[in-house]
């Protein structure tokens, strides 16, 4: 155990051949030349760790859900035209993407947003004016205005990491 400590003060976590050249600002192991070079100051455990907790990777998360839930509505859409109309229509196929994505968009919006919930506690009305703002706001393009957002955060934070 004592030959183990000592290789950890001296020597590199990543690369055990390796001097230690600086120690990673996360945990304190040991970084040599080579990962020095690839991540200035962190090692690549403590980036993964901090790319996991950053706005990036909900972003990222965002999309991936976005998307998918635009293809199983797109799905859904192909198999009733396969059963029912024995037809493929192509425009209704985009149609049925485009609403999984605004149904999955209106579901992050409505989570990010108190509007909602501040407008259904005025009496009387709040409820069904909470329930048409929502409307408006799916009718109006809300939704996929949120999902091209959200693509655009994605790629500028992946412009800005390729910049560093």
Do not use: W
């Not at 690369?15 to 304190?28: A, E, I, T």
Request: contains cysteine; aromatic residues 12%.
């Amino acid at each position: 155990m004592n030959e183990h400590n000592t290789k950890a003060q001296f020597f590199c976590h990543t690369h055990p051949n390796l001097f230690l050249q600086k120690r990673c600002k996360g945990c304190r192991r040991g970084m040599c030349h080579t990962c020095i070079n690839q991540h200035n100051d962190y090692c690549s455990s403590c980036l993964r760790q901090s790319f996991k907790l950053s706005s990036a990777y909900e972003n990222q998360r965002q999309i991936i859900r976005m998307v998918c839930s635009g293809i199983i509505v797109g799905l859904i859409v192909l198999a009733y035209q396969l059963f029912v109309s024995k037809i493929i229509n192509y425009p209704y196929l985009l149609l049925g993407f485009g609403i999984g994505i605004s149904i999955m968009s209106m579901y992050y919006i409505m989570g990010r947003t108190d509007v909602f919930s501040e407008i259904s506690k005025i009496p009387f009305i709040g409820g069904k004016l909470a329930m048409a703002t929502l409307v408006l706001t799916a009718i109006s393009g809300g939704p996929i205005l949120y999902f091209l957002y959200k693509i655009g955060m994605q790629l500028k934070s992946n412009y800005l990491k390729s910049r560093q």
